[in-house]
């Protein structure tokens, strides 16, 4: 962006090239040889990446926030004064990293309690193994609700363009990084940031492990809600083999289970 490249093409270039690393990483150094993919469970996961993770969310910000904000204009309801936009944008970043993590933990925590909604997130459970073009493996309605959580509320009162690539580098290559199959140790980072170390017992099939590490980006709100869970000394069991989905996109209007 200094160089004068626009917000978005430099976030994109450092998305892509986070993915290219984190690629390299499970290749040189996996956490288990068994999880590398087969052919169709790539061709699969990109489906679900391309249409669920880049098409669905660029779709929803065009109608949804054209359309809210409309309703709030017609309404009188300003926005404009609710966000710090005078703060430097690593300042911005942090806020929104922290408060959009807080509306996806209770959302998440929500799709594992309630069985109407399980049934949709059973979609990202489906995994045999986790590498990290599967981390987009979700069912379209699910991304939605993500979307009203982690991204319309700042798009609503208008968090500018250089904090909202912050904010995307960062979940974009952590998300790859956490659903890796890389071997890595966080250490101190385990108690912020929910990488793979933690997120793997979220996969677990135990229900009492995988009821655990709710954080999307960051693992503070479980610290403090009593939901981090990260064993020392012992390496995460099998993943459960649901009989839910799938090798195929699943119907929007068809949850999978």
């Known amino acids: 962006m200094a160089a004068g490249v626009h917000a978005t093409l430099a976030s994109y270039a450092a998305v892509l090239t986070g993915a ?9 150094l996996p956490y288990r040889s068994e999880w590398r993919p087969s052919p169709d469970d790539v061709r699969t996961d990109v489906s679900f990446m391309l249409a669920v993770q880049v098409a669905l969310p660029l779709l929803l910000s065009f109608l949804a926030v054209i359309a809210i904000a409309d309703v709030l204009a017609d309404a009188g309801i300003a926005v404009d004064g609710l966000w710090p936009h005078d703060q430097p944008i690593a300042v911005q970043a942090v806020l929104m990293l922290a408060l959009a993590d807080l509306l996806r933990y209770w959302l998440h925590r929500a799709f594992h309690k309630f069985e109407c909604m399980w049934r949709f997130h059973a979609v990202h459970h ?3 193994g986790l590498y990290w073009v599967n981390v987009g493996r ?12 982690d991204a319309l509320p700042f798009a609503l009162v208008g968090v500018g363009g250089e904090a909202l690539a912050a904010y995307f580098v960062f979940y974009a290559v952590n998300g790859f990084y956490q659903h890796s199959n890389c071997d ?4 101190p980072l ?6 793979p170390e933690l997120h793997r017992w979220h996969h677990s099939a135990v229900p009492a492990e995988s009821d655990h590490n709710f954080g999307n980006n960051l693992i503070v709100w479980d610290a403090l809600f009593g939901t981090r869970f990260l064993p020392r000394r012992r390496k ?3 993943l459960p083999k649901y009989p839910i989905l799938p090798t195929t996109m699943p119907a929007i209007s068809s949850p999978a289970f």
Request: glycine share 8%.
């Open 20 to 28: 290219a690393l984190v690629t390299l990483h499970e290749l040189k």
């Open 190 to 195: 385990n108690h912020v940031v929910s990488g």
């Open 184 to 187: 890595v140790r966080l250490g």
């Open 126 to 128: 489906s995994p045999h």
């Open 236 to 238: 995460v069991g099998p």
């Open 138 to 149: 979700f069912h379209p309605i699910e991304k939605s609700a993500q979307f009203c959580a």
